[in-house]
């Protein structure tokens, strides 16, 4: 093991794919925070980390076929979603359905990625991600994406907010919870897949579900949550990515260890003023 | 002033729910059918029977979240889709979905502008509305606190909050003393109580007759496939009310009311 110091590190912050990184990182960054606190509300938190796992054989199988990776990757996410919003209750209800389904589709993408020869090296950067690797293509269209979702937000953040909360009451109310549930489920799958091109399938937790967690053991004001997510997720990509750089540490790894010794903090200090005021 | 007290009587006529002839399916097993009552306005009514009987697809007829198969139903004599602003409704699972993601605040905002398109929880109406209701009902300390973090009867007080702040001219709780011990029961029914003198038509959805026999001024209750009602009075029937719960039940009066209890 040998974390050394990079003197030049200065100079590689004005590379081009430096630049990306930080840029695209703090667009999935944001997507996920906003994401994550209705997976956490929805209490879908599992959900989230088998849809990554359903992307693993998409990307592997795109390689396997000549294509690009995130092709599969976002497809077969998609096709996730879309499965599990149809099975609806029956299987979001069964964490043994879910998890069984998620032990298939990574043996599916293990086979897939052993089939092809270029697939095994590129196995790892789908389980772990690799952010310095992301075309500036993509982050065009992450960024067209996230306008998206918050304008989406801004309109129907109330009636999402109700849907997540309490579907009897939003039922009574008239609104469509079906269509919010399978619409949340499409954008989640989305985030999803762009947040494994920056962590990896088996770290997404740390990137979705973590800040969010983190902001709501702070704040129970719906939209504060909101937005302190996003800066707990922003904080854990740039600051991730920074150390990474200066260190020369794989990004995934500083990323996901911030993510975490925010939470960590947060749910300790939590638990002492819990305590002093009792 | 004559005016306005005619007004005021024709008001009074919009019955509170119409069924007339209702029958009611999931897929091809009637739930109910052939039922004909009338409930008057700004009464409480129970909604009692068998478990499986049909208690819960009544309110989801109400609530025009299914359509009957045949037959009318009015609420103050319009169709259920109309009504639905005028009705406010406390889910039995509130306390599952309960969680430590809001605040009281937040509830009772979502029960106001929950179904309106857009973002904000807290513009000056929004807050006007909230403070006026937690003022009147008491409940200005369960505001700021998390859901997670309340009673089993401070909740109820805020999913009864929640579903009164659009100030809706019916009121339909299920099943809202299940879980709940003796002091909180009390609260919510002191709240019902005191709900009655506000111009609501209260129903309740209850397997235990007992909390609410003194409240209520009737009964829907379904039997054999078919919905009845009946004035309370007529409902301290032994011979019915053993029918309704397929065991011998006896009606005992005391100085403090009524209550039934099994036989012995």
Same mark, same amino acid.
């Given at each position: 093991?040998?974390?050394?110091?990079?003197? +030049?590190?200065?100079?590689?912050?004005?590379?081009?794919?430096?630049? +990306? $990184? &930080?840029?695209?990182?703090?667009?999935?960054?944001?997507?996920?925070?906003?994401?994550?606190? &209705? =997976?956490?509300?929805?209490?879908?938190?599992?959900?989230?980390?088998? !849809?990554?796992?359903?992307? /693993?054989?998409?990307?592997?199988? $795109?390689?396997?076929?000549?294509?690009? =990776?995130?092709?599969? #990757?976002?497809?077969?996410?998609?096709?996730?979603?879309?499965?599990?919003?149809?099975?609806?209750?029956?299987?979001?209800?069964?964490?043994?359905?879910?998890?069984?389904? /998620?032990?298939?589709?990574?043996?599916?993408?293990?086979? &897939?990625?052993?089939?092809?020869?270029?697939?095994?090296?590129?196995?790892?950067?789908? /389980?772990?991600?690799?952010?310095?690797?992301?075309?500036?293509?993509?982050?065009?269209?992450?960024?067209?994406?996230?306008?998206?979702?918050?304008?989406?937000?801004?309109?129907?953040?109330?009636?999402?907010?109700?849907?997540?909360?309490?579907?009897?009451?939003? +039922?009574?109310?008239?609104?469509?919870?079906? /269509?919010?549930?399978?619409?949340?489920?499409?954008? #989640?799958?989305?985030?999803?897949?762009? *947040?494994?091109? =920056?962590?990896?399938?088996?770290?997404?937790?740390?990137?979705?579900?973590?800040?969010?967690? *983190?902001?709501?053991?702070?704040?129970? +004001?719906?939209?504060? *949550?909101?937005?302190?997510?996003?800066?707990?997720? !922003?904080?854990? =990509?740039?600051?991730?990515?920074?150390?990474?750089?200066?260190?020369? !540490?794989?990004? *995934?790894?500083?990323?996901?260890?911030?993510?975490?010794?925010?939470?960590?903090?947060?749910?300790?200090?939590?638990?002492?003023?819990?305590?002093?005021?009792? | 002033?004559?005016?306005?007290?005619?007004?005021?009587?024709?008001?009074?006529?919009?019955?509170?729910?119409?069924?007339?002839?209702?029958?009611?399916?999931?897929?091809?097993?009637?739930?109910?059918?052939?039922?004909?009552?009338?409930?008057?306005?700004?009464?409480?009514?129970?909604?009692?029977?068998?478990?499986?009987?049909?208690?819960?697809?009544?309110?989801?007829?109400?609530?025009?979240?299914?359509?009957?198969?045949?037959?009318?139903? %009015?609420?103050?004599?319009?169709?259920?889709?109309?009504?639905?602003?005028?009705?406010? %409704?406390?889910?039995?699972?509130?306390?599952?979905?309960?969680?430590?993601?809001?605040?009281?605040?937040?509830?009772?905002?979502?029960?106001?502008?929950?179904?309106?398109?857009? @973002?904000?929880?807290?513009?000056?109406? @929004?807050?006007?509305?909230?403070?006026?209701?937690?003022?009147?009902?008491?409940?200005?300390?369960?505001?700021?606190?998390?859901?997670?973090?309340?009673?089993?009867?401070?909740?109820?007080?805020?999913?009864?909050?929640?579903?009164?702040?659009?100030?809706?001219?019916?009121? @339909?709780?299920?099943?809202?003393?299940?879980?709940?011990?003796?002091?909180?029961?009390?609260?919510?029914?002191?709240?019902?109580?005191?709900?009655?003198?506000?111009?609501?038509?209260?129903?309740?959805?209850?397997?235990?007759?007992?909390?609410?026999?003194?409240? @209520?001024?009737?009964?829907?209750?379904?039997?054999?496939?078919?919905?009845?009602?009946?004035?309370?009075?007529?409902?301290?029937?032994?011979?019915?009310?053993?029918?309704?719960?397929?065991?011998?039940?006896?009606?005992?009066?005391?100085?403090?009311?009524?209550?039934?209890?099994?036989?012995?």
């Amino acid at each position: 093991m040998n974390i050394k110091y990079i003197n +030049n590190w200065i100079n590689l912050l004005s590379q081009d794919f430096i630049i +990306n $990184a &930080f840029l695209c990182g703090a667009i999935v960054a944001i997507s996920a925070g906003i994401i994550g606190y &209705f =997976v956490i509300i929805r209490k879908a938190t599992f959900i989230s980390h088998a !849809l990554s796992h359903i992307g /693993l054989p998409g990307a592997t199988g $795109a390689i396997l076929l000549g294509l690009p =990776v995130s092709s599969g #990757l976002f497809l077969f996410c998609g096709l996730g979603a879309i499965t599990i919003t149809i099975l609806g209750k029956k299987i979001t209800d069964t964490d043994i359905a879910t998890g069984s389904i /998620l032990a298939l589709a990574t043996g599916f993408g293990l086979l &897939f990625s052993n089939m092809s020869s270029k697939a095994s090296t590129t196995m790892t950067s789908i /389980l772990f991600g690799n952010i310095f690797t992301i075309y500036s293509i993509q982050t065009i269209l992450f960024s067209c994406f996230l306008a998206c979702l918050i304008i989406l937000l801004i309109i129907f953040f109330r009636p999402l907010l109700l849907c997540s909360l309490n579907e009897d009451i939003a +039922n009574a109310r008239g609104l469509p919870t079906r /269509l919010y549930a399978a619409s949340f489920m499409i954008i #989640l799958s989305i985030v999803v897949a762009m *947040s494994i091109e =920056v962590v990896g399938t088996l770290l997404l937790f740390a990137l979705v579900i973590t800040p969010a967690a *983190s902001a709501i053991a702070i704040t129970a +004001n719906p939209i504060k *949550s909101i937005i302190l997510s996003c800066i707990f997720a !922003l904080t854990s =990509v740039w600051l991730g990515l920074f150390i990474s750089i200066i260190f020369s !540490l794989p990004p *995934s790894f500083t990323i996901v260890t911030i993510s975490f010794i925010i939470w960590f903090i947060i749910s300790r200090l939590k638990k002492l003023v819990f305590q002093d005021s009792n | 002033m004559a005016k306005n007290f005619k007004s005021a009587n024709a008001l009074e006529l919009k019955n509170a729910l119409e069924l007339k002839n209702a029958c009611v399916a999931k897929g091809k097993k009637t739930i109910w059918s052939n039922s004909t009552l009338t409930i008057k306005p700004n009464e409480i009514t129970a909604i009692i029977g068998m478990n499986g009987s049909g208690k819960t697809t009544l309110l989801e007829v109400m609530l025009d979240i299914i359509p009957l198969n045949s037959g009318e139903i %009015y609420i103050l004599d319009q169709k259920p889709k109309k009504m639905r602003s005028q009705i406010g %409704y406390v889910p039995q699972k509130y306390q599952l979905s309960a969680s430590n993601v809001i605040r009281g605040y937040d509830a009772l905002a979502l029960g106001l502008v929950g179904n309106k398109l857009g @973002i904000s929880l807290s513009n000056k109406y @929004i807050r006007n509305q909230i403070y006026q209701l937690a003022d009147h009902l008491q409940i200005n300390h369960l505001l700021n606190r998390r859901l997670s973090e309340m009673s089993g009867g401070q909740l109820q007080k805020i999913a009864v909050s929640q579903a009164l702040i659009n100030n809706p001219k019916i009121l @339909i709780l299920d099943e809202p003393l299940a879980n709940l011990d003796i002091q909180s029961t009390n609260e919510i029914l002191t709240l019902i109580q005191h709900l009655k003198n506000h111009h609501i038509s209260i129903f309740i959805v209850t397997h235990d007759l007992n909390p609410v026999i003194d409240l @209520i001024d009737g009964a829907i209750y379904l039997l054999d496939g078919h919905a009845h009602y009946l004035p309370v009075k007529n409902l301290k029937n032994e011979k019915l009310l053993s029918y309704l719960y397929s065991t011998k039940i006896e009606v005992v009066h005391t100085k403090d009311g009524a209550f039934i209890r099994n036989k012995k």
